[in-house]
């Protein structure tokens, strides 16, 4: 079975904190994907990554950034952490490479910046 | 602009009733449509659509593809309380090698 976890389920920051939020996948994907999910909006790409120190970003990157050192692991770094960036982070890896397209996420983290 | 349209947004039905949810697309490159069930965590997935008229089964849970109308429908049928979730449809495209995501129907089942 793929799985994916993250580093924290629930997360209680500060406006103006650095915060990081960690993936890791153990199937030697070679993509990996960060989204917000926020009601009414639905998930939302902020970055992903095709390749270790590869990045793109997606439709909402402002306000973050992405590391991605080794192929297991994908960090999301908000540098000044605001309240506007409250929400339920999402991590995903797929295979990719044409084989298949299924996406596997991770459990979330519910971040909430006060 | 590509989008994934679901409908509808949410839906409560009893136990045993069958429900089909609707997903339509408009995206360039359109290659593969991805059905996924969130519950309070993260989407586990159920389909991937490819073909067009090709019904993909998973006991309860059915779901086909229409490249020309550019749609899909799942279907769950004698529906349980754990069918209760929200129920999201994506789009993958090749060129962009993007997702894209749908808003979500949310389903509650009830006893």
């Known amino acids: 079975d793929v799985k994916v976890t993250q580093s924290s389920r629930y997360l209680v920051k500060r406006t103006g904190e650095k915060v990081f939020l960690e993936c890791v996948q153990d199937m030697d994907h070679e993509n990996m994907f960060w989204y917000r999910q926020d009601p009414g909006l639905g998930l939302r790409l902020i970055y992903f990554?095709?390749?270790?120190?590869?990045?793109e970003k997606g439709d909402i990157p402002e306000g973050y950034s992405v590391s991605r050192e080794k192929k297991e692991r994908f960090s999301l770094i908000l540098e000044s952490a605001s309240t506007n960036q409250t929400s339920m982070y999402l991590c995903a890896s797929s295979l990719g490479g044409g084989i298949t397209d299924t996406q596997y996420f991770g459990p979330g983290t519910r971040l909430t910046v006060l | 602009e590509d989008k994934v349209v679901q409908s509808p947004l949410s839906l409560v039905v009893h136990e045993g009733d069958t429900v089909t949810l609707n997903c339509s697309y408009e995206?360039?490159?359109?290659?593969?449509l991805l059905w996924y069930k969130q519950e309070k965590k993260a989407p586990t997935f159920l389909f991937m659509l490819t073909s067009s008229g090709i019904e993909k089964k998973s006991g309860r849970l059915s779901s086909i593809l229409d490249k020309k109308e550019l749609f899909s429908i799942l279907n769950i049928t004698a529906t349980q309380t754990g069918d209760s979730a929200i129920y999201l449809c994506?789009?993958?495209?090749?060129?962009?090698?993007?997702?894209?995501f749908g808003t979500g129907t949310r389903l509650k089942v009830l006893a």
């Open positions: 994506v789009a993958f495209t090749s060129g962009t090698y993007k997702y894209i």
């Open positions: 990554s095709y390749d270790v120190k590869m990045k």
């Open positions: 995206v360039t490159n359109f290659r593969s």
